[in-house]
């Protein structure tokens, strides 16, 4: 039976992935910065990790505690959306070292037992607001898209022991917390800036296109771990496929 480990499971799509990986019969290792077992079903295959992917003791811990695994999903993250004049550089620090340091510190921890089987995957959860610029998301955005850089050579390097790097890239997805912490941190937007701030929230409300839900990247990820075919760059979401095509045909 194969193992996955999966980085941010306490909500969103890191649980509705963990959720899929279990129900498919693999076995699962779902980590959280606060342990909660209870946000996912009881199961003999299911072990759930206390995880701080910015302290390199805490990765080093569960990944000993994990022994080897067939596919990392680097999915923990932190979304933000803010003014970049009225933001403090310790909050820039912070989505860095979660988002980017965090995902790559996890990648290195994982690749020596990858490279010695030569066989594995990672795949790495980032956003197709890294195809598509919006407003106040400036930080955000550079965090994922250093990622998408990161992961697209990595996967030079590994293709030579046969283990896979791969990004999975969800859209617009209002069921996690994103839209709601964002809304939190608009409160306190510089004033300079409110009225892009409401602008920009009035548009996502107002909104009645496509969207990505939870689902759709949990189906993305499987897709990725369990089919080498797949494209190593792959949307998620209804939402995310359009933004890729519209990249794709201004190329």
Not at 23 to 34: H, N, P, S
Not at 60 to 78: F, H, K, Q, T
Not at 203 to 221: C, I, M, Q, R
Request: glycine share 6%; net charge neutral; aromatic share 8%.
């Amino acid at each position: 039976m194969k193992m996955i480990l999966i980085t941010g499971c306490s909500s969103g799509f890191g649980l509705e992935t963990a959720k899929y990986f279990l129900e498919r019969g693999w076995k699962v290792i779902a980590t959280m910065r606060v342990p909660d077992a209870t946000v996912l079903p009881p199961s003999e295959h299911l072990r759930v990790l206390p995880l701080d992917v910015t302290k390199l003791e805490s990765i080093r811990s569960v990944i000993e505690a994990a022994g080897p695994i067939d596919a990392l999903v680097n999915n923990a993250g932190i979304g933000t959306m803010c003014a970049l004049e009225g933001a403090p550089m310790e909050r820039f620090r912070e989505i860095f070292d979660t988002n980017t340091f965090g995902t790559i510190a996890m990648s290195q921890a994982v690749i020596p037992q990858l490279r010695e089987r030569r066989s594995g995957v990672i795949v790495n959860v980032t956003s197709t607001v890294t195809l598509k610029s919006i407003p106040l998301l400036s930080i955000y955005t550079a965090s994922k898209a250093a990622i998408n850089a990161f992961t697209e050579c990595l996967a030079l390097e590994l293709q030579q022991f046969n283990v896979r790097a791969c990004l999975v890239l969800p859209g617009r997805a209002p069921d996690t917390r994103f839209a709601e912490n964002a809304r939190v941190q608009a409160l306190t937007f510089p004033e300079p800036y409110v009225g892009l701030a409401q602008m920009i929230f009035a548009e996502f409300a107002n909104s009645t296109g496509p969207v990505t839900h939870s689902k759709d990247v949990a189906e993305a990820v499987w897709k990725t771990v369990t089919d080498p075919s797949t494209p190593a760059f792959l949307p998620a979401g209804a939402d995310a496929i359009a933004w890729a095509e519209e990249r794709d045909a201004r190329r």
